[in-house]
Nanobody
């Protein structure tokens, strides 16, 4: 089955860190650009970050630039997102995606 499965979310205090993972199965991510998007309750989807197939080019939304780091391990068929200096407004469901496929998401809640 072709799918993306996110993990690593949780409850963290402001200023804390988390590492999200996105494991692909049923296909190889090695030739595919990938993205992280998030959706907070009552809001639309928001682009977070993207990375090209080789991992040599990345981009970030202004809201997370300097705090989040996207990376990938093509040998492990896995995408990552390191979240640091988390803020309450980072609370959302985080999804990894390709152009045609999106995972089920992992919840990140930032609260004191």
């Amino acid at each position: 089955e072709v799918q993306l499965v996110e993990s690593g979310g949780g409850l963290v205090q402001p200023g804390g860190s988390l590492r999200l993972s996105c494991a692909a199965s049923g296909f190889s991510i090695s030739n595919t650009a990938m993205n992280w998007v998030r959706q907070a309750p009552g809001k639309g989807p928001e682009f977070v970050s993207s990375i090209n197939s080789r991992g040599s080019d990345t981009s970030y939304s202004d809201s997370v630039k300097g705090r989040f780091t996207i990376s990938r391990d093509n040998a492990k068929n896995t995408l990552y997102l390191q979240l640091a200096s988390l803020k309450i407004e980072d609370t959302a469901m985080y999804y990894c995606s390709t152009l045609t496929l999106r995972g089920q998401g992992t919840q990140v809640t930032v609260s004191s």
